[in-house]
DNA sequence: CTTTGTGCAAACGATTTGCAGGATG
DNA sequence: CATCCTGCAAATCGTTTGCACAAAG
């Protein structure tokens, strides 16, 4: 039985990517969180204890691992960009009040006939954004 | 019958706001167009035979002209922020190799039923975007 | 050892803001 | 004529980049 972290250096590996302690920070980190952190959450949470990475490295350690298909990004507010370990597909949730942004599991709803775009584009996947009130904001 | 000018005139007056030439100008362009630009390309088209509007006017007309409802932003790239001045419920195709967008007519899919996600969260909203390749692109 | 990554600081680009003059209702 | 808007330039904020040193394979 491999451990959690064996199979995040497995991860990394099998991209082709080295494994140095920041990349297994950012990667790790987003991997065991529900929400979609902005870079600046994460240098801060990595860092809580004693330095593990740079603002900079952060940055590249994301796009690498963007590139490597293991992070995606998510963007539902202007100028701020996300990040979400969970490359498998599913739709999002935003709250409307606080910006709070929760995956919905692809079964949540029925498919999506993509086929009924336009003539002419094709069309090879999607995914559904829902607006609304999360637990909390509903006080 | 009114103008087009008249209308779009009387669509700032009817949301409390002044109309002064360069709040004209954004929206009517925006409205005269299908793609959903970013504020250099609305500069960029404004400016074209002589000067309307300043950068930074273009970023405040456009605010107030969302906070009154008129138009929306659409943010489907990192660090590009698009906007739309079709405010009715539609959804959005991104062609994955030039990144183009086009509006998807809201009848495109059959509803999906958004009282499925998670109980706890009041969804009241939700749009559906599609990747592909466009017509273009295809070639 | 060769290659790739890290961290710092400077560079960059998009957006916001302060302020003085100008236009709107 | 009181209020709100415009335009300029400076400030801000997120992200990228150049480079010297360090670490991974």
Redesign the pocket.
């Known amino acids: 039985m491999s451990s959690q972290k064996e199979t995040i250096m497995q991860a990394l590996?099998e991209k082709g990517?080295?494994?140095?302690?920041?990349?297994f920070a950012v990667y790790a980190n987003l991997r065991s969180r529900q929400d979609h952190p902005?870079?600046?959450q994460l240098l801060h949470d990595l860092n809580q204890e004693f330095?593990?990475?740079?603002?900079?490295?952060i940055?590249?350690?994301l796009?690498?691992l963007q590139t490597a298909g293991l992070v995606r990004e998510v963007l539902l507010e202007?100028?701020?960009?996300r990040y979400d370990a969970n490359v498998d597909r599913h739709h999002h949730f935003r709250c409307r009040r606080c910006g709070a942004i929760e995956d919905l599991p692809w079964t949540t709803f029925a498919a999506v006939d993509i086929r009924n775009v336009r003539a002419g584009l094709r069309a090879d996947s999607y995914e559904v954004t829902v607006y609304g009130m999360c637990d909390r904001c509903q006080a």
Request: charged letters at 15%.
């Open positions: 590996k990517l080295r494994v140095t302690p920041q990349r902005t870079v600046d330095p593990v990475s740079s603002q900079a490295t940055y590249t350690s796009q690498a202007p100028g701020v960009t």
